[in-house]
């Protein structure tokens, strides 16, 4: 499968390392970025790779969606936003039943759909200058199909204190909510993200897979039930008076109404 968003490299070690690469557009997640997220899921998944790392390129970690498929989005009819609200949430469950762990290297900002990739990796670590937020409901939509990991990786109640305000937070408050597990110096973060790589080496890669299934069932349930709800919660929301003022005045560099 080629890719043209994404960038993978394996060394001798079996350490895969995902980049994304829309460096010029902040890494927002595109329809292409997420159907290639998703087939390099399921090249992953049957490959032979012990522990995967997923980064990013340029600035940003991912700015959340890209504004093109926002657009899109608005103008679009009932069934090919709820398509594009699948394609997301599948794409999130792909990496978070990978049977291999994950290890976030967040060295620039993330928001939206970023913080979810975020909550999908085993282990985020961050740079310590990193800024984070679900700033969805500055534009009057929901953080839905990111939520289930989000709650997952925060719990209820510390995910309640940044869920529904849009604000931003630095990195040292995403690794009190437990969003991110440390946060370090941009020049030691490549050093923090091998410490976290380098004991999967000693383990059994089949163990391994079997000990992290056996975590996300003891943790919260996010299954097809759980995803289908939050897609519907996503339309009905798209389908606000409020969701229709929020981007088009983003788009117009102007304020809603209801922002003071």
């Known amino acids: 499968m080629k890719f043209d968003t994404i960038e993978s490299e394996t060394d001798a070690r079996g350490v895969c390392t995902v980049w994304l690469n829309r460096p010029d557009k902040h890494n927002a997640l595109s329809a292409q970025m997420i159907d290639e997220l998703t087939g390099m899921a399921a090249i992953l998944r049957h490959g032979t790779a ?40 599948a794409m999130l469950q792909s990496w978070n039943t990978l049977p291999l762990p994950v290890i976030g290297r967040i ?10 990739l975020a909550s999908i990796c085993d282990v985020a670590i961050g740079a310590e200058t990193v800024w984070m937020g679900l700033t969805e409901t500055k534009l009057g939509l929901i953080p839905a199909t990111i ?4 709650i997952a990786r925060m719990g209820e109640a510390k995910a309640r204190r940044v869920f529904m305000s849009a604000r931003k937070f630095s990195a040292q408050d995403a690794q ?15 050093l923090a993200v091998t410490a976290e790589v380098t004991p999967y080496l000693s383990c059994a890669p089949g163990a391994v897979a079997a000990a992290k299934k056996l975590a996300r069932r003891l943790g919260p349930v996010v299954d097809e ?14 389908e606000t008076p409020e969701a229709e003022e929020g981007i088009a005045a983003f788009f117009g560099k102007t304020a809603p109404s209801w922002q003071i």
């Open 225 to 238: 039930q759980t995803i289908e709800m939050t897609v519907t919660a996503l339309i009905a929301q798209w």
């Open 50 to 89: 012990r522990v995967v790392i997923l980064a990013a390129r340029g600035k940003s970690f991912c700015a959340g969606g890209d504004l093109q498929w926002m657009q899109a989005q608005m103008q679009a009819d009932r069934a090919t936003r709820q398509a594009g609200a699948r394609s997301l949430a």
């Open 176 to 190: 009190s909510l437990g969003l991110l597990a440390k946060t370090v110096s941009q020049e030691a973060l490549d």
């Open 107 to 116: 060295h620039g900002n993330a928001f939206g759909g970023g913080v979810g």
């Open 147 to 150: 939520g289930p990991y989000v």
